[in-house]
Nanobody, 122 residues
Framework: QVQLVESGGGLVQAGGSLRLSCAAS????????MGWFRQAPGKEREFVAA????????YYADSVKGRFTISRDNAKNTVYLQMNSLKPEDTAVYYC???????????????WGQGTQVTVSS
């Protein structure tokens, strides 16, 4: 069992940066692939980024490639999402998730956090 708690969301101007954190409880954190998803108002939840259990492989949605960076610190049971050059269209609730494979499909992720709001003003 893994419990996930996101933090670091907030209000930022377009062009700014935020770093989201996702703290995990449980001894098996390092065995899970981790992902970040987001859901904007009135839209379905969408994939943002994913990271293998070792941290060596990363995957990004085209919309965030080159601006966002996913990373993890297994010693701290934490995964991060560094978001730079933020745009108003990045406004959403951001969720972290733990699963078996670092892919863009929600069904592989067994554990989900409650989400953190990111609002980007123009």
């Amino acid at each position: 069992q893994v419990q996930l708690v996101e933090s670091g969301g907030g209000l930022v101007q377009a062009g700014g940066s935020l770093r989201l954190s996702c703290a995990a409880s449980g001894r098996s954190f390092s065995s899970y692939a981790m992902g970040w998803f987001r859901q904007a108002p009135g839209k379905e939840r969408e994939f943002v980024a994913a990271l293998s259990s070792t941290g060596y492989s990363t995957y990004y949605a085209d919309s965030v490639k080159g601006r966002f960076t996913i990373s993890r610190d297994n010693a701290k049971n934490t995964v991060y999402l560094q978001m730079n050059s933020l745009k108003p269209e990045d406004t959403a609730v951001y969720y972290c998730a733990a699963g078996d494979h670092p892919i863009a499909k929600e069904y592989v992720y067994r554990y989900w956090g409650q989400g953190t709001q990111v609002t980007v003003s123009s």
